[in-house]
């Protein structure tokens, strides 16, 4: 009698507990449509899909997508595995498929084990767009890049140029002697430095700390001996930025020599806070999200294709145009955003 | 006297009839019931929740993708009941599948020969552990296999750092995609190893031998049951099962990185919990864990479908898994008859 009861207790539970999910899902279903027409599949739906659940960077990209698709107007699907692994994301892509979605927005955890399911999806009509972390060229229409290498570059030299008052020399710290993202970056930089204004600022070396803590913190060390009249120190890595930012603090050189760059907010919250870094650039996850999020209405209202040399209004992010990016095509988003002590605070938490 | 006669007659006769009755209440308290029930349920409150679940070519895809752990569930299923466990399952899918990849990509090594060592290199993982198993027998297989879950792991990527590795030949893919006569390839494999195990572990001597050791290892030992050797073989199936996992899982992605399968070990004792095979081991059948599987898979599938956030997903497993390992043990009985007594005072 005993196992008996038991057992149906189980039924019962079972029962129960599937329908809370039931309940859960038309709370979810009411808040998702909004104030379009109807969901009987007149409503488009957007898919993002993030590389894992419990990423702050990513909540941020998947909150400026809902942002884009409710000023575009449609249903908006937010998923991400709870690892961030390929096989999780694969599961999700084939539901979103079975629930014929019009868009993917994903960020890939993995370039290539995507591929076939992602090709799946756009034989049935589905269009695909990477985000933040590119697919391979076959697996997708474009790629959503999350800013533009030449306002990366210009902007750093601006950024020094305003901190150190027009004057001085100035040392680039690096990731690796090959980093293709970086050595694009650097070569902007130099190009800004020839434009009028910037003729009292010299470049006197470019250092590769390979991304490597200790690495970048000798490489410092080395610069700093080798150049007693340095005034600033560039790193657009978030490695570099971060092991400048600890040399120049421990050394007590603060005032002296500044640093800036690209670097996560975490890490670098103190050394904005004292000073150390006045200021340093990293892209905004809500507007990378944002752009995923037009750029995926674009594609399904086929305003864009994916190809080279097309345009598109992206809200509030201005026109933007699609350039080649290797074997395939990408969606640059403007400027990278500037990250000083007035905004750090609401900064440090979030990625 | 006569009493006592009596009483030995009726000691007698149940002794007999028990071994010997059919009983069709026994026959419908069985577990696997109450999971066929769980299942229909599933699909029912799935089919309602969303139009697109009755969707044949949208459940077949599902099922392809689910199938993949399950293949290590079958060994699960005798390890567990051998009341030990094997954590380290989805580090040798990673170990083996960054293996083969590597063989086929940097050595030149031809890709049926690479999918041989990559079984083998699946069986060798097993093997390792079911020795340290049996000689160190004062520890228990969780820290042995937690010891060589992040041992795995680790080679993995010694052998390949944080890259992905692929680039294989176009066949290779059939085993993750193909399809014969509109039945997914995978399905088709699962289907062969379930009637396997299951033959392996209900109808030869190999699997009373493991009932026996889960129910009393020491009386089976006494017995002349080749415990160790049987421990051994059961550990090498696990790893040889997660390297067809392997298998599945590199063609399935085109690719493999070191990274891939984490927490597979964690699904597998879930479906083979589920599917009421006791951790206290000597109990539990097959079906039940192949039953399980479905559950959790097509229940995945479904709230997939809802699009519910994957941390939800987990909550409701769990949910389910502790309702289902936890339910049976309450001595419901008492605590009725408690609360009956407590009205009645009243």
Redesign the interface.
Known sequence: ???????W???G???A???A??D??TN?GTETEGGEASSDGGTPKYAMVFKN??NPYGEKMMDGFQEAIEEVGGEV????????????Q???I??L????VDAIAIAAN???????VLKKAMDQGIKILSVDSAVNANSRLVHVNQADPERIGRSQIEAVSEMINGEGQIAVLSATSQATNQNLWIEWMKKELEEPGYENIELVKVAYGDDLRDKSVSETEALLKSYPDLKAIVAPTTVGIAAAGKVITDKGLNGKVIVTGLGLPSEMASYIESGVSPAMFLWNPIDVGYGAGIASYALVQEEITGKVGESFEAGRLGEKEVVEDGDGTQIMLGDPFRFDAENIDEWKDVY | MEQRVVNQNEYVQRTLTNKQEFSLKKFFLQWEWLLILVFLLVLAINTHLSPYFLNGAGLRDATMIFLDKAFIVFPMVMIMILRDIDISVGSTVALSSVVMATLYNNLGVPMEAAIIICLLVGALCGLINGLLIIKFKELSAVIVTLGTMILYRGLAYVILEDQASGNFPEWFSFFGWGHVAGIPFILLVFVLFAIGFTLLLHKTTFGRQIFAMGNNPTASRFSGVQVDKIKIIVFVLAGLMAAITAIFLASRMGSTRPNIATNYELDVIAMVALGGISTAGGKGRMLGAIIAIFIIGYLQYGLGLINIASQTMLVIIGILLIVSVVIPKLNLKGIFSRFVKKRNTN
């Open positions: 009698m005993r196992r008996f009861l038991s057992k207790a189980v039924v539970l079972t029962v507990m599937l329908a999910c039931g859960q899902k979810q659940t419990g699907i937010l998923r991400a595995p709870d690892q961030p692994t390929a096989e999780g694969i599961q999700i084939e539901q498929i079975t629930q014929q993995d370039q290539d084990a995507l591929e076939p």
